[in-house]
């Protein structure tokens, strides 16, 4: 997703309908590629319900789960997203990512 990245617009749209036709419109990837898109353009609620769908397929995939609770924050559902991070230590104990997540989480929460 090199298109992402280079924040081409259409080779991304590309690139998923090159997904949708190899995976089907509701696979794993496409859902968290549409999620990651949704995220990056400040659109929380659909990241949050490509998110979910994409954890629902794959519950162990912890780029998904991490950039959910950045759009539960970002909705500004801080419950939310402090009851997934808190899920995601107990999986998770040992990932840099998730004990920085934890951290933004208490700042904000101040718990």
């Given at each position: 997703m090199n298109a992402f990245r280079n924040n081409d617009e259409k080779g991304f749209q590309?690139?998923?309908?090159?997904?949708?036709?190899?995976?089907?419109?509701?696979?794993?990837?496409?859902?968290?590629?549409?999620?990651?898109?949704?995220?990056?353009?400040?659109?929380?609620?659909?990241?949050?319900?490509?998110?979910?769908?994409a954890i629902l397929k794959n519950p162990s995939d912890l780029a998904c789960r991490i950039n959910l609770v950045y759009a539960l924050l970002g909705s500004g559902d801080i419950t939310t997203a402090s009851k997934e991070t808190e899920k995601l230590l107990?999986?998770?104990?040992?990932?840099?990512?998730?004990?920085?997540?934890?951290?933004?989480i208490e700042q904000l929460t101040g718990e």
């Open positions: 590309n690139g998923i309908a090159r997904l949708k036709k190899l995976l089907g419109k509701n696979s794993f990837l496409v859902k968290k590629w549409l999620g990651v898109r949704a995220l990056k353009q400040g659109k929380y609620r659909q990241a949050e319900q490509y998110f979910r769908t107990r999986e998770f104990p040992y990932s840099k990512k998730v004990q920085h997540l934890a951290q933004k």
